[in-house]
């Protein structure tokens, strides 16, 4: 059975390819109709490529605004962060100084403290030694 299908498909091809295709004969009326509508299918191809065109310069114009503008918006809202950090530095600089003073200021009342401890020590050492040697 196979093989029946083999030989039929065999001489399908041959027959194809011995019969020569159909010449087609237009007539001058129908040539020039012919002609008419696919020149009015061409410019309709034109006109639809025209359109997505400019509905795509459209779509680029509008994009370009709304990207200028965000890029605007973000440009001023960084400037305004570079401004708060700037300021905010200074401040921590003032604070920082200010800490540099206070932190020396209560360095020397410690020394001018310990120093007095250790007079008073002194002091008191002498006085507990006379109130022994007085008794």
């Known amino acids: 059975m196979f093989y029946f299908y083999d030989m039929d498909l065999k001489r399908a091809r041959q027959a194809i390819v011995s019969v020569p295709p159909p010449t087609y004969h237009f007539t001058l009326s129908e040539w020039y109709q012919k ?21 795509s310069n459209h779509l680029c114009d509008l994009i370009s605004d709304v990207t200028k503008l965000n ?15 700037v300021y905010q530095k200074k401040e921590n600089e003032i604070q920082k100084e200010e800490c540099c003073r206070e932190e020396e200021t209560l360095l020397v009342y410690k020394g001018r403290i310990m120093d007095a401890i250790e007079s008073l020590k002194e002091q008191v050492l002498k006085i507990c030694k006379k109130c022994i040697t007085l008794r």
């Open 35 to 55: 002609n008419r509508h696919c020149y009015r299918a061409a410019e309709y191809q034109q006109q639809i490529a025209e359109r997505v065109i400019a509905e």
């Open 71 to 85: 890029k605007a918006e973000v440009d001023n809202t960084l400037k305004e962060r570079i401004k708060d950090t």
